[in-house]
T-cell receptor, first 116, second 112 residues
Framework: DTEVTQTPKHLVMGMTNKKSLKCEQH?????MYWYKQKAKKPPELMFV???????INESVPSRFSPECPNSSLLNLHLHALQPEDSALYLC???????????????FGPGTRLTVL | DQQVKQNSPSLSVQEGRISILNCDYT??????FLWYKKYPAEGPTFLIS?????DKNEDGRFTVFLNKSAKHLSLHIVPSQPGDSAVYFC???????????FGSGTKLNVKP
């Protein structure tokens, strides 16, 4: 199984709502990532989990709260978002990297988020 | 400031001909480079990679070339097929092995 799944595919939420994005992989990968992608822009790294511990937070506002309940699951909790947070949110996973080793990422299809 | 740049937003090629997609980077510490392909409404899909200790890696119709002195890599697709039409992102791995820097993408259109 080389698939990363994400739910939901589409999400529309108001600025006062609380919602969660979910990501799952069963490839035994120990690194999991959240990216944000705006139209015609590259994916922008938000968070990285390594062995279920947060290893990178790219100064993301606290209205985005990641969670890694176990090695297969990654969540992104959303609260009090702004319209400018509307974007495609991509989850990815990879083997844990070592110097000189290959750790290409496997991406999910993304969640298209619209904040009204 | 973007550390990985793809200066051509789009490229159009005739079926059967060669497609050459280019990517430039600024950080000499990058040690691993990747190309991803993205279709609309899907996540990026890994295509091919190259370590900084090599200058060429080939996989079927896809070849990636790395010129470290110029801080430049390119992806060659030969022969190009209509199904190759997609957005192609190059990416580079930084000092933190879990951090990747992406270019802004090149949209390839292969005409039948």
């Amino acid at each position: 199984d080389t698939e990363v799944t994400q739910t939901p595919k589409h999400l529309v939420m108001g600025m006062t709502n609380k919602k969660s994005l979910k990501c799952e992989q069963h490839m035994g990968h120990r690194a999991m990532y959240w990216y944000k992608q705006k139209a015609k822009k590259p994916p922008e790294l938000m968070f990285v989990y390594s062995y279920e511990k947060l290893s990178i937070n790219e100064s993301v506002p606290s209205r985005f709260s990641p969670e890694c309940p176990n090695s297969s699951l990654l969540n992104l909790h959303l609260h009090a978002l702004q319209p400018e947070d509307s974007a495609l949110y991509l989850c990815a996973s990879s083997q844990e990297a070592t110097a000189g080793g290959n750790n290409e990422q496997f991406f999910g299809p993304g969640t298209r988020l619209t904040v009204l | 400031d973007q550390q990985v740049k793809q200066n051509s937003p789009s490229l159009s090629v005739q079926e059967g001909r060669i497609s050459i997609l280019n990517c430039d980077y600024t950080n000499s510490m990058f040690d691993y480079f990747l190309w991803y392909k993205k279709y609309p409404a899907e996540g990026p899909t890994f295509l091919i990679s190259i370590s900084s200790i090599k200058d060429k890696n080939e996989d079927g119709r896809f070849t990636v070339f790395l010129n470290k002195s110029a801080k430049h890599l390119s992806l060659h697709i030969v022969p190009s097929q209509p199904g190759d039409s997609a957005v192609y992102f190059c990416a580079a791995r930084g000092y933190n092995f879990n951090k990747f820097y992406f270019g802004s993408g090149t949209k390839l259109n292969v005409k039948p």
